[in-house]
């Protein structure tokens, strides 16, 4: 294999500039022009979030040769002035000879031993089996119509950025290259959230990781893999910049020789394993039924319902918000910007076992001062509740009156069966929808310290929403006989429940003691 495609000059990452234009530039350009660059702009959410996982592991790499240790006045002062852009060019040109896409020895991101291991040296694959937007093997992708046999052919640089993603994100399961069988990447069905700031500048210095020992280095500093470190057991990750780049699997692209990439070589990659005390930087965990769970994203379910999981809970029984998020509420308490709302990226992956199921890239816009206090924190916590938990009471609800137009209503398998069929139908996505209208007033009121108006206000579209809800299912169970019986003798219960629809005291209670 030639030396070819260094990422340093060649443009390969998609930006967006603040004046609105979106092209590829190199690592070399990106870092002289970090305060005119706004995003990344990237459109595959697993290569989108990697992208700023790489820049932000460049960043502390190259800070801590530059200065050693940081704290955030530094970071205040980077963020107002910019990086030393010197430095960052320094450790760049140190490390060059590591950021070429092929080189014989020391490919970025990628195990040249696969060209000399028995297992792989004559086995290529198509370069769709690290694509996680692509139809391979027997998982079918709807709308992409890729053949094993006959890929088709893509740039050196699209091709770097799938391998991001793909390291990342990809599911745990078999390999059966090397080993059976694989742990998953470290943002495998996670819900990764990183503070966004006004241009890219920004958004690295409010997503940058505290200083850490020199054991914390990202993977193009360590020796190149070989065959005895693909069989080594699962270990756990040095630090952040460990995690940002690590190599989940170990990927060979084959140059065709003509500027496209088509085949590849992949086997078992250097497994992480997880560590409960030390989670990933930009995931968030919410409460199971027994144990802390990773947020994801979950099928039919708006985002907004899992903002709790993304604000301090103060016994850390109810949410572990990303730690990506605590140091952005640092950095804007030393500012003292008086930011009003911090706007976050939540990118991802979710998948069953190997098979994957759907992926998603949101922006929200939340109050800065809910990262940081635990009382309006909670009060959110509360009011989010409040409509999950009368949502259920209507789920139940309708359960029953769908129950009494089947035989024998009160047998088990008949009120399954009903609820089978409200939990597939249209009253949920209706209620959900409706609330979501809602949601940026409320935070508006809760970061404003105002429990009355947010309660209030809150109550109000509750109700709004279990109306709009009631009617698509009155339509959904029928305008028979039995269907309207049915109705009628729910329908006290459904005013009932509107009727016990008020505020809650003592969640009231912590905005008022926030506000005094």
Known sequence: ????????????????????????IGLLELFAKLEEISELAETSPPSLIAGYRLLLAIT?????????????????????????????HDYLEHWRDRFWMFHPEMPFMQVAALMGIEETQHKQKPWTQVSLASANGNMPIMFDHSCDL??????????????????????????KTIKTSDKAGPLANTAGVLPMGGNLQQTLCLALHPARGREDVPSW????????????????????NDRYSRLSRAVLFDHAGDDQVRWLRLAVGDALLEDANAPDPMASYRAGFNRMERLGFTEGRAFWRDLPALVPDAEGKASQPAAVLGWAANLNAYLDSRQVDQPLLVAGVASDQAKLLRWRSERLFLPANLLE?????????????????????????????????????????????????VATGGAAAKFFASVERSVPMLLQYIS???????????????????EEC??????????????????????????????????????SELLEETRT
């Open 60 to 88: 502390h790499r190259a800070l801590s040769h530059h200065g050693g240790v940081w704290k955030d006045k530094d970071r205040a002062r980077w963020y107002r002035d910019g990086f030393p852009v010197t430095a960052l």
């Open 150 to 175: 006959e890929p088709e052919p893509i740039t050196p640089a699209a091709a770097m950025r799938v391998l991001l993603g793909f390291l990342q994100c990809t599911p745990g399961g078999l390999v």
């Open 373 to 421: 206090n635990v009382q309006l924190a909670g009060f959110l916590r509360g009011e989010i509740q409040r409509a999950e938990s009368l949502h259920d009471r209507i789920e139940m609800l309708a359960k029953n009156m769908l129950a009494e137009c089947m035989p024998e209503p009160h047998r088990k398998d008949t009120q399954a069966q009903a609820l089978k069929v």
């Open 470 to 507: 009631w009617q698509v299912l009155r339509r959904e169970a029928g305008y028979t006989p039995s269907a309207l019986c049915a109705e009628a003798k729910m329908w006290p219960r459904f005013r009932r429940l509107l009727l016990q629809l008020q505020p809650d005291a003592s969640n």
């Open 448 to 466: 404003a310290g105002d429990g009355d108006k947010a309660t209030h206000y809150w109550s109000a579209c509750l109700a709004q929403a279990a």
């Open 1 to 24: 294999m030639t030396t070819r495609f260094n990422l340093l000059d060649e443009p390969w990452l998609t930006v967006r500039f603040c004046d609105g234009e979106v092209r590829d």
């Open 221 to 240: 500093e360590r020796p190149p893999l070989e065959r005895l470190d693909l069989t080594a057991p699962p270990s756990l990750a040095t630090g952040p």
